[in-house]
């Protein structure tokens, strides 16, 4: 129930700021560290097939470019969409008030950056259908506020970090068709609410 809860909020606050970006009734200060990051970000993709980061310029503010959605202080909420064949960029880290990263269905190699953890607004990453290796950071399990992970579908392999069962805040987690090791927790499935 809290998933579907999360992600119906989660929703209802996207179209709303997607209504804001089309109607343009908004005026928006600059904050030079987040697209200074995300034009770096921008630099490492090797190819854009479908031309959807052409907006990723300086002619409007970066809380307009595609993908990109910005709270009301101006800075950088989620990062989505993106069209990466590429390692999950060590750019975002610069992010510091990143919240959700949804970059699904891409070509993403490499491991889950362990700086991901030090987002401290961090509560929601998706990097379902995609070539990640390796294991899944303890340090997402030491974000009070994580509440969504999935890695559906990738090549991640080790033991599941027993931080990431211990977030009173975790409501949805999918891990499924990797190559986990070990049990567990008994618990896991009690309801949290």
Not at 165 to 178: G, M
Request: glycine share 6%; aromatic share 14%; net charge neutral.
């Amino acid at each position: 129930m809290g998933c579907l809860c999360f992600w119906s909020c989660f929703f209802i606050y996207a179209s709303v700021c997607l209504l804001f970006f089309v109607t343009g009734t908004y005026s928006v200060p600059g904050n030079e560290t987040d697209k200074q990051a995300l034009l770096e970000f921008k630099a490492g993709i090797a190819a854009d097939p479908f031309a959807v980061m052409t907006s990723w310029n300086g002619t409007i503010h970066f809380c307009q470019w595609y993908g990109v959605t910005c709270v009301q202080n101006k800075s950088l909420k989620t990062l989505s969409k993106m069209p990466l064949a590429r390692k999950v960029p060590v750019e975002l880290g610069y992010l510091s008030k990143l919240q959700y990263l949804v970059i699904d269905k891409n070509n993403l190699t490499g491991t889950i950056p362990h700086f991901l953890g030090n987002l401290s607004s961090f509560t929601a990453l998706s990097l379902a259908f995609n070539n990640i290796v390796g294991n899944i950071p303890d340090a997402l399990g030491q974000l009070k506020n994580f509440q969504y992970l999935e890695v559906f579908d990738n090549k991640l392999s080790g033991i599941i970090p027993p931080s990431i069962f211990n977030l009173s805040s975790i409501t949805f987690l999918d891990i499924a068709f990797n190559h986990f090791e070990g049990f567990l927790p008994a618990d896991l499935f009690t309801d949290r609410c």
